[in-house]
Every structure is written in structure tokens, then in C-alpha cells.
């Protein structure tokens, strides 16, 4: 604790040999960050000038490569300091922070991935009344929504966290996800309860509406003709291959990360690295080379380039 500054700092003891490796880590994060800014901005910028990605579906497409800006930078700007730190160190105050974007960002991930599959529905089940359902006011109520709704939850979370006492200045991670929680001396059951609830509406509910919602689009596209159903399948696929990848990884962080386990500290370190390592590539290199609009333009934009 500083006396001056009234500053509580938490030590990040997941590293594995931070001496020895910490140049390799730090090339590693480093390249994959520029990667991540590269490839989401490209594919941001390539929606923002061409008037035909200004479709609701490229709009959302958008938002999740925004999500994925501000998960990264969130997450590896910090990595690349205590990369070359003597001591790992963070403020529990910046460490709350961290927390609130880390999980408001990945909340909002599902919500827009379920707008994305509300937008499939009306597009496909039925096309005729799809300009007036999805007018320019839908798309900007669930973009609000999408951003806004788990922010207030997670701000919640937040406070409860910020009144909580601490009992232990050394947190067993590399990053400030749910195993924050162990430091504090007793599990407040206000926040276990609360968080449960975030889980529920933020990763279960807009999971299980969109798997429902694409399992309806295909029931519907398999009784047409095959050419329909290719044009659903180049559509809806990669969609749901985000999904999957991103469930699979709240899954982890959002449950694994809270249960006491006999994981060795290197085994713990590799699995934190996969929550943030591949999911913010996945984003623009599945909309990037599967959606055919997006993949159209951004050829023109590399033979363009190459000229």
C-alpha cells in the first residue's frame, strides 16, 4: 500500500520464467497485437468506405471488429510492459478496470453475434418484410444494447468488487479476469449471485437464441433449392464458427478460471493465453476470406496496393 497515494498494487504471479523468455513473449504478444490491429482495421476500414457493406450485417461484422480493437488493447498493451518489467505489478483499481472491459466487451460480443442471427432470420424467413424490420433504428437500438447492457451489469460487478476486502496482493494470473476473485478475503455472495446472472444473460441466453435462430434458417433453406442453400451456408457459417469459438472460451475463462483446480502454474499459463491469443484473428480472417462482399473488396484493396 503507497501511504501518499493510497494506491493498493497487486502482483501478477502467472508468469513462467519472466527473466528468462521475457524477450520471446514479449516478440510473440507484440506481433500478434499488430496483426490484430492490421487485420481489424483493414476490414473496419473496407466497410466504413464501400456504400454496399452498409447493410446491417456488415454493420454488426463491424461491431465485432471494433470489440476485438478494444478487447486487445485492454489486454496486450499491459502484457507487452510487464514483459519487460522487473515485477509485474497493477493497481486494483486499474485491475477492476481491465476486469470491466474485459467482460463488458466479451458480453457484448454474444449480444451482437445474436443480432447477427436475428438479421440472418429476417433476411432469409422472410424476405419480403426484411427492410421493414431491419431499418436503420433496429440496427442502432442493438448496437446500443449491445454495448450498453453489460457495461451496466459489469459496472455493478465493479463497485461490489472495488468494496471488497483484500486479504491477498498476489494474484495467480497474468490478467485480471474471474480469478480476481481469489484475492479477496471472503467470496461475497452478492457478487456470485450477480455474476451468475451476467453469465446467464450475456453467454448462455444469446448463445442458445442463436443457435435456435440459425437451426430455424437452415430448417428453412434446406427446403429450397440448393443454390439457396449455398448462398445460407457462405452467410451463416462463419457466424457460427465465431460462436463457437468464442463460447468455448468464456466457457473457460468464465468457469474454469473460478474453480479451485490442480492445474500446474505452466498449464494455467498456457490456457490464460487462449483466451485472448487467436480469438481477435479469428474475427477478420473469417469475414475477411468468407464472406464474399468483404473478400471482394479486400482483394481489390491488396492488388491495389501491390501496383
Given at each position: 500500500m503507497d501511504g501518499k497515494l493510497n494506491i493498493t498494487y497487486i502482483t501478477l504471479s502467472g508468469y513462467i520464467d519472466l527473466n528468462k523468455y521475457k524477450y520471446f513473449y514479449f516478440s510473440v504478444i507484440f506481433t500478434v497485437y499488430?496483426?490484430?490491429?492490421?487485420s481489424n482495421t483493414t476490414i473496419l476500414y473496407l466497410i466504413w468506405i464501400h456504400k454496399n457493406l452498409h447493410e446491417p450485417m456488415y454493420i454488426f461484422i463491424g461491431g465485432l471488429l471494433f470489440n476485438c480493437l478494444l478487447y486487445s488493447t485492454n489486454i496486450y498493451p499491459k502484457l507487452l510492459i510487464d514483459f519487460l518489467s522487473e515485477k509485474p505489478i497493477i493497481s486494483y483499481s486499474t485491475c477492476l478496470?481491465?476486469?470491466?472491459?474485459?467482460?463488458?466487451?466479451?458480453?457484448?460480443?454474444?449480444?451482437l453475434l445474436a443480432a447477427m442471427a436475428f438479421d440472418r432470420y429476417v433476411a432469409i424467413c422472410k424476405p419480403l418484410r426484411y427492410r421493414n424490420i431491419m431499418k436503420k433504428r433496429t440496427v442502432n437500438i442493438f448496437l446500443i444494447l449491445a454495448w450498453c447492457f453489460p457495461a451496466c451489469h459489469l459496472a455493478?460487478?465493479?463497485?461490489l468488487s472495488a468494496k471488497a476486502k483484500l486479504c491477498n496482493f498476489n494474484l495467480d494470473g497474468i490478467i485480471c479476469n474471474n480469478k480476481m476473485y481469489t484475492i479477496h478475503c471472503v467470496r461475497s455472495k452478492a457478487l456470485t449471485?450477480?455474476?451468475v446472472?451476467?453469465?446467464?444473460?450475456?453467454?448462455?441466453?444469446?448463445?442458445?437464441?442463436?443457435?435456435?435462430?440459425?437451426?430455424?434458417?437452415?430448417?428453412?433453406?434446406?427446403?429450397?433449392?440448393?443454390?439457396?442453400?449455398?448462398?445460407?451456408?457462405?452467410?451463416c457459417v462463419p457466424h457460427l464458427l465465431?460462436?463457437?469459438?468464442?463460447f468455448c472460451v468464456m466457457t473457460y475463462d468464465v468457469i474454469i478460471a473460478r474453480v479451485e483446480s490442480d492445474f500446474s502454474k505452466t498449464a494455467g499459463f498456457i490456457m490464460t493465453m487462449q483466451t485472448f491469443l487467436y480469438h481477435p484473428l479469428i474475427n477478420p480472417f473469417m469475414y475477411g476470406f468468407k464472406m464474399k462482399e468483404i473478400n471482394k473488396h479486400l482483394k481489390t484493396l491488396l492488388c491495389s496496393a501491390k501496383a
Open positions: 499488430i496483426l490484430i490491429i492490421c478496470l481491465q476486469f470491466f472491459m474485459f467482460y463488458s466487451v466479451g458480453g457484448s460480443e454474444f449480444l455493478v460487478l465493479v463497485i449471485i450477480f455474476g446472472v451476467s453469465l446467464f444473460n450475456f453467454a448462455i441466453l444469446p448463445t442458445v437464441f442463436t443457435v435456435f435462430t440459425y437451426a430455424k434458417v437452415f430448417i428453412t433453406s434446406y427446403q429450397s433449392c440448393k443454390e439457396f442453400r449455398k448462398t445460407t451456408a457462405q452467410t465465431v460462436l463457437t469459438s468464442y
